[in-house]
């Protein structure tokens, strides 16, 4: 069964300070990794979709990278800012219809 | 504007109570999901729906009910047989299958369901 694990919990930076959040997976095969941001009380968006076949993608100040063989995904946020304040999820697929197993998620707080 | 709306976005239950939360999307999208989200876990499915008059169950639908008549419309029914229904419900909606990477998840804004 696959598991999703992100570590840590929670963490605090100083705005512009670069943010490293990590995932981890049991299960290598999977068809795609995504991770999604989710403000308080409020549902997911979806920030950056990786396909097994690749190794990062990016968009603006985000990259996230993936290594499939360690089961390990990594999202980058570069020059933290306080509207980045956010719990950040991740999420892998690993049937072929298409069920995601997501992760509990890092809440980050970025502080002016 | 396109998008999901979930409604109520608070409800409060009694216990033994069925309650149904709505769920409408004007997006277009085929399929259709209902996950909950407990503090400090991941979102856990509920039911799924790819197609109208079709639905599936997820990992933790025991004590929930879904239909699926209209393509717009995916209301969640939480029953009285939910042994622990206070929680955060997210529903979700895609145009095709996920493991595509052209098709993402787009979410509505959540219900919060407490149960007295």
């Known amino acids: 069964k696959q598991e999703v694990t992100q570590i840590p919990a929670a963490l605090s930076v100083p705005e512009g300070e670069n943010l490293v959040l990590n995932c981890s997976f049991t299960?290598?095969?999977?068809?795609?990794l995504q991770w999604f941001r989710q403000d308080p009380g409020k549902g997911l968006t979806s920030l950056l979709l990786i396909q097994s076949s690749q190794r990062e993608q990016t968009s603006g100040r985000l990259n996230a990278s993936l290594d499939k063989s360690s089961g390990r995904s990594t999202l980058y946020i570069a020059a933290s800012q306080p509207g980045d304040s956010a719990t950040y999820l991740c999420?892998?697929?690993?049937?072929?219809?298409?069920?995601?197993?997501f992760g509990a998620g890092t809440q980050v707080v970025v502080t002016p | 504007d396109g998008g999901i709306t979930q409604s109520p976005k608070y409800l409060f239950r009694k216990e033994g109570q069925n309650v149904t939360l709505s769920c409408e999307q004007n997006l277009n999208h085929d399929a259709m999901y209902w996950y909950r989200q407990d503090p400090g876990q991941g979102l856990r499915l509920i039911y799924y729906s790819q197609i109208v008059n079709d639905f599936q169950k997820g990992d933790i639908a025991e004590g929930y009910s879904v239909s699926r008549e209209k393509k717009e419309s995916f209301p969640l029914t939480v029953t009285s047989a939910q042994k622990n229904p206070t929680a955060f419900y997210l529903c979700a909606s895609s145009r095709g299958q996920l493991v595509s990477g052209a098709n993402v998840l787009t979410f509505g804004a959540g219900s919060r369901l407490t149960v007295l």
């Open positions: 999420a892998v697929i690993t049937d072929s219809w298409g069920k995601l197993q």
């Open positions: 299960d290598s095969a999977i068809y795609n």
